[in-house]
Every structure is written in structure tokens, then in C-alpha cells.
């Protein structure tokens, strides 16, 4: 007989309370549907990732799910994703709630997709990309596979559903339901498999109280493949620094290696595409940049150190850069590429967004005059191939975003720039 779902569970014996608990709740939501709830458990004999694989060869659903067997779910947790596999995707994603019970607090939501490269930790959030709790297709599921072992075999399956670029992803449709679903319990003096790491949660504390140095924010166009290329030519400029990239693209479904991606708002606005990104990381600094541009090698490490160490000792709030013919604008910031504190970008309230795309960063530099704040002209040059994306605008479109915007901005403040006067 076929299923639309199995779920999964591995267990030991010495859980089989909380693992019973666990079975009573999925057995009542499972009645009457076209769902399998498998298990195996054992005295310890087995890894956890050969007892994984074991359920995924026994498991007739279309796609599979596991659970852990000390952790809850919501009542409509198996309502919900046969609602999402009912449109047939690669993977079903829902949110997580996390509590470590060892530290205490609040749960903590974990927001799964595609659409995250990385496995990261806020203070108030945690950005996954999908792991053996998303409901998966089983032949996908199969594909990838757990390594036989005891501890981070679910952080590896993720990592093969994933791919090492998007050309390799198995995972390339979703549906999210968009809710809470599964509540995930974590206890170090409980767990089964704890002890099992090699760094016994060092690693896990320290990413979560140390975030990279800069947070990348870039907006992409990638509606043909050399947009595509150029962007992630951007991106890769970037791998040998300690920072976290966000890409906010335009096209629905691409994603880019070593980057989480993030939707454009519609209809477009360039300082809404950057102010959506920086929401998503912690770093002290941004960097706002074009997917047009290439980094030199110790950017991160030249720009923080040019902002801690002005002139008369007073921080800089936000540094421009430079393009390649050493061409920097006197009166405002370079809006293909600047970098901000983060606590700057909260003083002004965010980006100004009144203006779609043309003098986003003539009203950035408004906002940072009228809070009495510093910027600085840096040495700093990055490589700008110049307005790339916007060269394939049809008219009307380009004159929205370029003279369309000029012309109520320079009305806005009673300036002049280039010259269209009011």
C-alpha cells in the first residue's frame, strides 16, 4: 500500500515514555488519512543515521518526514503538510519552535526554506535551510542520505539536500504553510546524542554569540544567465571574508551558493530590498550593494577599520567606496556599494523608500545629514560594471525608476540633480 506521507521516528529504549507520548499524538492525527508512522529503536547498537536510513528504505509514502522522540507537534501538523503536498513540491517547509531547556527563555522560531544557504542563529530567530524535519520527497530523500553516525547527520542530509550550487540542489520547489508546526526540544543533560559532539556545544554557543563582522546586502536581477553569473562573480568576491550574504533577486526559484536569497517586494523598490535584507542579519555593519560590483581582497577588514579610526576619534555612521577609476561622488553616499553601522540603520528608521531605484541614495544622504551623522569618502575601491541590470528595462519601466525619480526627488528637497531641475 502507498502513502502520501511516512513519518519517521528513531528511539532508544531508554525514551520509550516520551517517545509513546509522541506516537499517541500522530496515530489520533494520522486516523482516517493517508499517512504511515514508522519507528525503530533500539539499545544503542545502531548510529542515528544508519537507523535513518533503515526507515527510509522501509517507508512507502510519497514523502517522508522524521520526528524526534522527545519533541511536539501542533495539532494540525500532519493536516498541514498533506495540505502542501498536495501541490507537489520538493519539499514541505514549516516553521520550528526551539527551546533549549538547559538555558531556559522563550522558544525561540526557527524559519526553514530553500531559500537559506546557511544555518544561522539570532537572538530572536533561526534561519534553517530544510533538514530531516521538512517532509521531503522520498526519492529525494534517498538521493541524499544520512552519514552512519550519531551526531550532525541531520546538519549533513541538509547540507546533500541542498547541494554544493544550485545546479546540484535536489531541493528546488517548495511549499511553506508558513505557521509553527513542530516544537523542538533541546536538553544537553537528556540527550541521546549530546555527548557525541566533538566540541560538546562550544561550536552551536559560539556561532549563536558571535555573528560575522558584516552583513551583505545585494539586489539582483537574474532574469538572464549572465546576471546570474554576475552576481554570483559578486558573491564569490566575497568568500574569503567573515560575513553573511543576503541576495534580495527579482526571479522567483534562483538561489546562489555561499547566499541566503530573499524576495523582492513587488513592485520593485531598491531601498526596501535592502532594508528587508539587513532585517535578516545581526551583523554591527551592512554593506548595501548592486550585484554589479567585485570586492578586493580584506574589504570587511579595511572598511571597519576606516570607520573605528577617523579623524578626531568620532566613528564613522557610513562609509562610500570607490569604483575602479577612483571616481567617488562628493555630495552623497555611493549608492552601488556604501556600509552602514547597524545602529545607524536603526537611528534613521531604515532606508527612505519613497523613491524607487534613481536617488534611493540622494534621500539615504538626506536622512544621514538630518541626523547629524558622519560619513566618510574611503580610498576603498570595488570594481563597478555600471547599472548592469538596468540596461534591460523596457522604456517606460526605466523612466520610472531613473527620471521619474529624479524629478519628484529634486521637487521633494528644491535640489537640481542632473540638472532636471524641479
Not at 488519512?33 to 529503536?41: P, T
Not at 526507515?55 to 519533541?71: E, H, Q
Not at 566575497?238 to 526559484?253: F, L, P, R, S, T
Request: proline share 3%; aromatic share 8%; net charge positive.
Amino acid at each position: 500500500m502507498k502513502y502520501e506521507l511516512s513519518i519517521l521516528i528513531c528511539s532508544i529504549s531508554a525514551r520509550l515514555k516520551a517517545f509513546s507520548e509522541l506516537a499517541a499524538e500522530l496515530e489520533a492525527q494520522a486516523s482516517g488519512k493517508s499517512v504511515e508512522i514508522l519507528w525503530l529503536g533500539d539499545n544503542r547498537a545502531m548510529s542515528v543515521g544508519e537507523k535513518r536510513n533503515k526507515l527510509l528504505a522501509l517507508a512507502r509514502g510519497r514523502y517522508v518526514c522524521f520526528a524526534d522522540d522527545d519533541d511536539r507537534v501542533e495539532p494540525d501538523y500532519i493536516t498541514e503538510i498533506l495540505k502542501g503536498i498536495q501541490k507537489s513540491p520538493d519539499v514541505v517547509c514549516f516553521n520550528v519552535g526551539f527551546r533549549n531547556e538547559e538555558a531556559g527563555g522563550e522558544e525561540i522560531t526557527a524559519l526553514f526554506s530553500i531559500n537559506h544557504a546557511f544555518n544561522r542563529n539570532f537572538a530572536k530567530q533561526r534561519i534553517r535551510m530544510p533538514n530531516h524535519l521538512m517532509a521531503v520527497k522520498r526519492e529525494l530523500a534517498l538521493q541524499a542520505g544520512f552519514p552512519e553516525k550519531s551526531f550532525g547527520e541531520d546538519t549533513e542530509y541538509g547540507l546533500r539536500l541542498r547541494g554544493a550550487s544550485k545546479s546540484r540542489a535536489l531541493l528546488n520547489t517548495e511549499y511553506h504553510c508558513g505557521k509553527v508546526l513542530y516544537h523542538y526540544r533541546f536538553n544537553p543533560a537528556e540527550s541521546a546524542t549530546h555527548h557525541l559532539n566533538p566540541a560538546n556545544g562550544v561550536r552551536k554557543a559560539a556561532e549563536r554569540e558571535q555573528p560575522v563582522k558584516m552583513d551583505v546586502v545585494m539586489v539582483s536581477d537574474g532574469s538572464r544567465k549572465e546576471l546570474m553569473e554576475m552576481t554570483q562573480r559578486a558573491i564569490d568576491s566575497m568568500q574569503a571574508e567573515d560575513v553573511n550574504i543576503i541576495v534580495a533577486e527579482k526571479q522567483n526559484g534562483i538561489r546562489y551558493a555561499h547566499a541566503d536569497t530573499l524576495a523582492q517586494p513587488s513592485p520593485f523598490n531598491y531601498n526596501e530590498c535592502l532594508n528587508k535584507g539587513a532585517m535578516l542579519g545581526n551583523s554591527s555593519f551592512i554593506c548595501f550593494t548592486n550585484n554589479d560590483v567585485l570586492f578586493p581582497q580584506g574589504f570587511v577588514k579595511q572598511v571597519i577599520s576606516k570607520m573605528n579610526a577617523t579623524k578626531g576619534g568620532i566613528p564613522a555612521d557610513v562609509l562610500s567606496v570607490r569604483n575602479q577609476h577612483g571616481f567617488i561622488h562628493p555630495e552623497m553616499i555611493s549608492g552601488f556599494c556604501f556600509v552602514m553601522r547597524r545602529s545607524t540603520w536603526n537611528k534613521i528608521g531604515g532606508l527612505d523608500t519613497r523613491y524607487r531605484f534613481w536617488c534611493a541614495d540622494n534621500v539615504t544622504s538626506e536622512q544621514i545629514a538630518s541626523a547629524g551623522l558622519k560619513e566618510i569618502k574611503s580610498d576603498i575601491a570595488v570594481i563597478h560594471f555600471t547599472s548592469a541590470s538596468l540596461k534591460t528595462l523596457d522604456a517606460h519601466t526605466h523612466h520610472e525608476y531613473t527620471t521619474g525619480c529624479v524629478k519628484r526627488f529634486n521637487r521633494d528637497y528644491g535640489r537640481n540633480v542632473l540638472g532636471m531641475g524641479k
